[in-house]
Protein backbone atom coordinates (compact mmCIF):
# COMPACT_ATOMS: atom_id res chain seq x y z
CA UNK A 1 0.00 0.00 0.00
CA UNK A 2 2.63 2.33 0.99
CA UNK A 3 4.38 1.59 -2.26
CA UNK A 4 1.36 2.27 -4.37
CA UNK A 5 0.73 5.57 -2.56
CA UNK A 6 4.54 6.21 -3.54
CA UNK A 7 3.68 5.38 -7.25
CA UNK A 8 0.98 7.25 -7.58
CA UNK A 9 2.90 10.65 -5.75
CA UNK A 10 4.93 10.67 -8.10
CA UNK A 11 3.14 9.95 -11.40
CA UNK A 12 1.07 13.04 -9.75
CA UNK A 13 4.66 15.43 -9.13
CA UNK A 14 5.77 13.70 -13.08
CA UNK A 15 2.29 14.89 -14.61
CA UNK A 16 1.72 18.14 -12.57
CA UNK A 17 5.49 19.15 -13.59
CA UNK A 18 4.53 19.39 -16.70
CA UNK A 19 6.72 17.01 -18.22
CA UNK A 20 4.23 15.82 -20.82
CA UNK A 21 3.31 19.33 -21.82
CA UNK A 22 4.37 20.50 -25.59
CA UNK A 23 5.98 23.79 -23.98
CA UNK A 24 7.58 24.56 -21.23
CA UNK A 25 5.90 26.74 -18.84
CA UNK A 26 7.10 30.34 -18.88
CA UNK A 27 5.62 31.70 -15.72
CA UNK A 28 5.91 35.94 -15.69
CA UNK A 29 7.33 35.77 -19.28
CA UNK A 30 5.78 36.88 -22.22
CA UNK A 31 5.71 34.13 -25.25
CA UNK A 32 6.93 35.91 -27.95
CA UNK A 33 5.14 35.60 -31.23
CA UNK A 34 7.41 33.85 -34.00
CA UNK A 35 9.12 36.53 -36.11
CA UNK A 36 7.53 36.59 -39.77
CA UNK A 37 9.76 37.79 -42.03
CA UNK A 38 8.39 40.94 -44.12
CA UNK A 39 8.60 41.04 -47.73
CA UNK A 40 9.62 44.22 -49.51
CA UNK A 41 8.26 45.10 -53.13
CA UNK A 42 9.68 47.46 -55.65
CA UNK A 43 8.31 49.21 -58.49
CA UNK A 44 8.88 52.45 -60.83
CA UNK A 45 6.27 55.36 -60.87
CA UNK A 46 6.38 58.26 -63.21
CA UNK A 47 6.24 62.21 -61.90
CA UNK A 48 6.46 65.70 -63.47
CA UNK A 49 10.20 67.76 -63.54
CA UNK A 50 9.40 70.10 -61.23
CA UNK A 51 11.80 72.23 -63.83
CA UNK A 52 8.61 72.11 -66.62
CA UNK A 53 10.34 70.53 -69.07
CA UNK A 54 7.73 68.42 -70.36
CA UNK A 55 9.70 64.96 -68.88
CA UNK A 56 8.52 62.31 -66.70
CA UNK A 57 11.42 61.48 -64.14
CA UNK A 58 11.32 57.69 -62.68
CA UNK A 59 11.22 57.37 -58.93
CA UNK A 60 11.70 53.72 -57.34
CA UNK A 61 9.13 53.10 -54.47
CA UNK A 62 10.28 50.07 -52.04
CA UNK A 63 7.44 49.26 -49.55
CA UNK A 64 6.37 46.30 -47.43
CA UNK A 65 3.94 43.97 -49.24
CA UNK A 66 0.25 44.06 -48.40
CA UNK A 67 -0.59 41.87 -50.78
CA UNK A 68 -1.95 43.78 -53.66
CA UNK A 69 -1.09 43.66 -57.17
CA UNK A 70 2.20 45.79 -58.15
CA UNK A 71 0.03 47.68 -60.49
CA UNK A 72 -2.40 48.39 -57.81
CA UNK A 73 0.18 49.45 -55.02
CA UNK A 74 2.13 51.71 -57.62
CA UNK A 75 -0.98 53.58 -58.81
CA UNK A 76 -1.70 54.05 -54.82
CA UNK A 77 1.90 55.31 -54.39
CA UNK A 78 1.31 58.07 -57.40
CA UNK A 79 -1.63 59.07 -56.00
CA UNK A 80 -0.66 59.65 -52.25
CA UNK A 81 2.55 59.37 -51.32
CA UNK A 82 4.86 62.64 -52.37
CA UNK A 83 7.90 62.77 -54.48
CA UNK A 84 10.93 62.20 -52.07
CA UNK A 85 13.10 64.05 -55.01
CA UNK A 86 13.00 67.43 -54.94
CA UNK A 87 13.72 67.46 -59.07
CA UNK A 88 9.91 66.13 -58.93
CA UNK A 89 6.56 67.89 -58.62
CA UNK A 90 3.26 65.99 -58.07
CA UNK A 91 1.00 67.17 -60.52
CA UNK A 92 -1.86 64.68 -58.48
CA UNK A 93 -4.86 67.18 -56.92
CA UNK A 94 -5.07 66.79 -53.79
CA UNK A 95 -7.60 64.27 -52.17
CA UNK A 96 -7.73 62.09 -55.17
CA UNK A 97 -8.71 58.84 -54.53
CA UNK A 98 -7.81 55.24 -56.33
CA UNK A 99 -11.51 53.34 -56.53
CA UNK A 100 -10.14 50.57 -59.15
CA UNK A 101 -7.72 49.09 -60.97
CA UNK A 102 -8.73 46.14 -63.71
CA UNK A 103 -6.50 44.79 -66.04
CA UNK A 104 -8.30 43.02 -68.93
CA UNK A 105 -6.83 40.34 -70.95
CA UNK A 106 -5.67 42.43 -74.03
CA UNK A 107 -3.54 44.51 -71.59
CA UNK A 108 -5.87 47.39 -71.36
CA UNK A 109 -5.86 48.46 -67.42
CA UNK A 110 -8.61 50.80 -66.29
CA UNK A 111 -7.51 52.71 -63.81
CA UNK A 112 -10.63 54.57 -61.65
CA UNK A 113 -9.74 57.94 -59.34
CA UNK A 114 -12.30 59.76 -57.42
CA UNK A 115 -13.69 62.51 -58.39
CA UNK A 116 -11.52 64.64 -57.59
CA UNK A 117 -8.77 64.00 -60.17
CA UNK A 118 -10.88 65.86 -62.65
CA UNK A 119 -12.10 68.47 -60.57
CA UNK A 120 -9.57 70.89 -60.66
CA UNK A 121 -8.98 73.30 -63.48
CA UNK A 122 -5.93 72.11 -65.67
CA UNK A 123 -3.99 73.80 -67.80
CA UNK A 124 -2.53 71.89 -70.81
CA UNK A 125 0.91 70.72 -69.28
CA UNK A 126 -0.36 69.85 -66.13
CA UNK A 127 -3.38 67.65 -67.93
CA UNK A 128 -0.80 65.89 -70.30
CA UNK A 129 2.04 65.15 -67.38
CA UNK A 130 -0.56 63.94 -65.23
CA UNK A 131 -2.27 61.60 -67.39
CA UNK A 132 1.24 60.43 -68.68
CA UNK A 133 2.25 60.07 -65.16
CA UNK A 134 -0.61 57.37 -64.67
CA UNK A 135 -0.18 55.50 -67.90
CA UNK A 136 3.51 55.42 -68.09
CA UNK A 137 3.23 54.37 -64.67
CA UNK A 138 1.20 51.08 -64.98
CA UNK A 139 3.10 50.25 -68.07
CA UNK A 140 6.15 49.53 -66.52
CA UNK A 141 3.44 46.32 -65.88
CA UNK A 142 4.26 43.92 -69.01
CA UNK A 143 0.94 42.83 -68.15
CA UNK A 144 -0.81 46.67 -69.09
CA UNK A 145 0.01 47.87 -72.88
CA UNK A 146 -3.02 51.00 -72.50
CA UNK A 147 -4.56 52.49 -69.52
CA UNK A 148 -8.25 53.98 -69.91
CA UNK A 149 -8.68 56.90 -67.41
CA UNK A 150 -11.38 56.74 -65.75
CA UNK A 151 -13.63 59.13 -62.91
CA UNK A 152 -15.95 57.58 -60.26
CA UNK A 153 -16.40 54.39 -62.64
CA UNK A 154 -16.98 56.27 -66.04
CA UNK A 155 -14.98 56.88 -69.26
CA UNK A 156 -14.20 60.51 -69.25
CA UNK A 157 -13.62 62.89 -72.53
CA UNK A 158 -11.15 64.76 -70.82
CA UNK A 159 -9.99 66.07 -66.91
CA UNK A 160 -9.70 69.55 -67.95
CA UNK A 161 -10.33 70.00 -72.22
CA UNK A 162 -6.94 69.78 -73.18
CA UNK A 163 -6.45 65.87 -73.82
CA UNK A 164 -8.52 63.21 -74.94
CA UNK A 165 -9.13 60.64 -72.88
CA UNK A 166 -11.63 58.97 -74.61
CA UNK A 167 -9.82 56.12 -76.56
CA UNK A 168 -6.68 54.06 -73.83
CA UNK A 169 -3.78 56.23 -73.61
CA UNK A 170 -0.20 54.44 -74.23
CA UNK A 171 3.38 54.80 -73.07
CA UNK A 172 4.84 58.10 -73.60
CA UNK A 173 8.56 57.19 -74.48
CA UNK A 174 8.98 60.98 -75.65
CA UNK A 175 8.55 62.34 -72.31
CA UNK A 176 10.79 60.12 -70.37
CA UNK A 177 14.56 61.79 -69.56
CA UNK A 178 16.79 59.64 -71.18
Not at 53 to 68: F, R, V
Not at 112 to 131: P, Q, T
Not at 156 to 161: D, I, N, P, R, T
Request: aromatic fraction near 6%; charged fraction near 25%; hydrophobic fraction near 40%.
Amino acid sequence: MKKLFLVMLLVFAVINSGCFGDEPKRQGQPVAPAQQEVKQISFVVYRAAADGSEKLLPEKITMQDNGKTLPENALTALVSAKPQDARMDDVVPIGTKVLGLKIDADGTAYADFSKELAKRSYGSYNEMMLCYAIANTLTEFPEIQRVQIMVEGKKVVSLSGHMDLEDPLTRNESLLNK
